[in-house]
């Protein structure tokens, strides 16, 4: 990364160039923290400085309430054409292909899932292989209805990793994630949200603003309730079927809220109509 994450509190929230200026940390609104994919010239491929910064980076956005939700979105008219494969020259092309599928891009799609606050992916165009993945970690996505989203392993000679068509499943099913990887069809927006792969669609030119909507409403809600229900529901995705102590886990979870400051607050709040003033406990 070219600069210091961001800091608690009094930490400095000026824009900041990431991954050679492939990458864009900005803060838009209230609590809200945004990653841009830039480098539009070729349809903001998933680089390896990329990868490793969006790794990096979300770890450090995790600082008490300070930011409560992240956008990831793209530069100019694409959100991302997925790996950056054919920068690879010939001659180490099977271990660079392998390296960057295997390590940078796993880590960076475990950084999404394991952030302990919502991450809301504003798909504001083209958004394609390893691009879609990145979109389907995020947990909603909002989409230009004239966005084209698509699997291309099968024309590609690629046999996908199972912990990404696991998410694929998860979010689509079975005969849809089939028709995604075995077809290779590219899915318009209308169509992506008829099938559950997206959560809204808009005009490309209202993408933006739509998603720091929904990044504002998520982010105005209760600290200790987004963190909670995210791990529960990503707990409850990995593991169908809970242990003792993960039923456990998620009962004290749940059962720590009723003592906290926020719950209080929030009933308060709801009672007098007006905003609450989170304090993250």
């Given at each position: 990364?070219?600069?210091?994450?961001?800091?608690?509190?009094?930490?400095?929230?000026e824009?900041?160039e990431?991954?050679s200026?492939?990458?864009?940390?900005?803060?838009?609104?209230?609590?809200v923290?945004?990653?841009?994919?830039?480098?539009p010239?070729?349809?903001?491929?998933?680089?390896?400085?990329?990868?490793?910064?969006?790794?990096?980076?979300?770890?450090?956005?995790?600082?008490?309430?300070?930011?409560?939700?992240?956008?990831?979105?793209?530069?100019?008219?694409?959100?991302?054409?997925?790996?950056?494969?054919?920068?690879?020259?010939?001659d180490?092309?099977?271990?660079?292909?392998?390296?960057?599928?295997?390590?940078?891009?796993?880590?960076?799609?475990?950084?999404?899932?394991?952030?302990?606050?919502?991450?809301i992916?504003?798909?504001?165009?083209?958004?394609?292989?390893?691009?879609?993945?990145?979109?389907?970690?995020?947990?909603?996505?909002?989409?230009?209805?004239e966005?084209?989203?698509?699997?291309?392993?099968?024309?590609?000679?690629?046999?996908?990793?199972?912990?990404?068509?696991?998410?694929?499943?998860?979010?689509?099913?079975?005969?849809?994630?089939?028709?995604?990887?075995?077809?290779?069809?590219?899915?318009?927006?209308?169509?992506?949200?008829?099938?559950?792969?997206?959560?809204?669609?808009?005009?490309?030119?209202?993408?933006?603003?739509?998603?720091?909507?929904?990044?504002?409403?998520?982010?105005?809600?209760?600290?200790?309730?987004?963190?909670?229900?995210?791990?529960?529901?990503?707990?409850?995705?990995q593991?169908?079927?809970?242990?003792?102590?993960?039923?456990?886990?998620?009962v004290?979870?749940?059962?720590?809220?009723?003592?906290?400051?926020?719950?209080?607050?929030?009933?308060r709040?709801?009672?007098?109509?007006?905003?609450?003033?989170?304090?993250?406990?």
């Open positions: 990364m070219t600069s210091e994450g961001p800091e608690s509190g009094s930490g400095t929230r824009p900041r990431l991954a200026g492939e990458l864009i940390l900005d803060f838009p609104a209230d609590a923290a945004r990653l841009t994919l830039n480098n010239g070729k349809r903001n491929p998933l680089s390896h400085a990329v990868l490793d910064a969006i790794a990096e980076t979300l770890p450090l956005l995790d600082h008490g309430i300070d930011v409560r939700c992240v956008v990831i979105t793209g530069a100019g008219k694409a959100f991302s054409a997925g790996y950056d494969i054919g920068a690879i020259p010939d180490t092309f099977e271990r660079d292909a392998e390296a960057l599928v295997a390590h940078p891009f796993t880590a960076a799609m475990e950084a999404i899932s394991a952030h302990p606050f919502p991450v992916a504003a798909i504001n165009g083209h958004c394609l292989g390893g691009g879609l993945e990145l979109a389907v970690r995020c947990d909603v996505r909002v989409c230009a209805a966005a084209k989203l698509g699997m291309p392993p099968a024309k590609l000679g690629l046999i996908y990793g199972h912990t990404g068509l696991e998410r694929f499943i998860d979010t689509v099913g079975v005969p849809r994630t089939k028709e995604l990887f075995l077809t290779g069809r590219v899915f318009d927006g209308a169509r992506a949200e008829e099938i559950g792969l997206v959560h809204e669609v808009h005009p490309a030119a209202e993408i933006g603003d739509r998603a720091l909507e929904m990044a504002a409403l998520v982010a105005g809600n209760a600290p200790l309730s987004l963190r909670g229900n995210k791990y529960a529901i990503e707990m409850l995705s593991f169908p079927r809970l242990s003792p102590k993960q039923v456990d886990e998620l004290a979870l749940r059962e720590s809220c009723f003592a906290s400051e926020d719950f209080k607050e929030g009933v709040a709801f009672g007098e109509k007006r905003p609450p003033e989170w304090k993250g406990r």
